[in-house]
């Protein structure tokens, strides 16, 4: 079973640029979430979304990042325009249901953003 | 906003000797998990632990979800070189939301 991809693994932007991270979930996966990793610490939910809504943004910066899965499947989330404070691993997951914890998140192995 | 306090925050062991992490709450949480990560990936799933007094094994790992349901340990036995990486404990308090500790790095010396 192919795992979560996420594309690019790695960008340098300056600050003030736009970028835009994609995940591609798990075949079958309802939910999936977006998580910020600052170095040095654990990851942070921004948003989380069943199949194509949105079921928690509150800790999503909306007045410069956006996120959107349109058919339920593939999701991006952009930043426009970016800060230095954005430089973090942007990790993608998804699960099989909305259950919370008590379902397995799997994880894909990120995007590593630099903001100069 | 809730918290998960993991400590210790980094641990040097030699290959062989038994390793232990925690992790605390100031409030309830539902579920306990525990995940690694290695460097350049995302955190793996290692344990689940979903009742109070929950006892869970999965080979040389051992994780107990506290009576209080506001803590929980992660032991490693007999520790290798591959165990090297990055342990975040995690939980749900009872929202859907995932919550992370900040994390134990632990290195093993041959």
Known sequence: EAGVAQSPRYKIIEKRQSVAFWCNPISGHATLYWYQQILGQGPKLLIQFQNNGVVDDSQLPKDRFSAERLKGVDSTLKIQPAKLEDSAVYLCASSFSTSGGEETQYFGPGTRLLVL | ?110
């Open chain 2, 1 to 110: 906003g809730q918290q998960l306090n993991q400590s210790p925050q980094s641990m040097f062991i030699q290959e062989g000797e038994d390793v232990s992490m925690n992790c605390t709450s100031s409030s309830i949480f539902n579920t306990w998990l525990w995940y690694k990560q290695d460097p350049g990936e995302g955190p793996v799933l290692l344990i689940a632990l979903y009742k109070a007094g929950e006892l869970t094994s999965n080979g040389r790992l051992t994780a107990q979800f506290g009576i209080t349901r506001k803590d929980s340990f992660l032991n490693i036995s007999a520790s290798i070189p591959s165990d090297v990486g990055i342990y975040f404990c995690a939980g749900t308090p009872g929202t859907d939301k995932l919550i992370f500790g900040t994390g134990t790095r632990l290195q093993v010396f041959p």
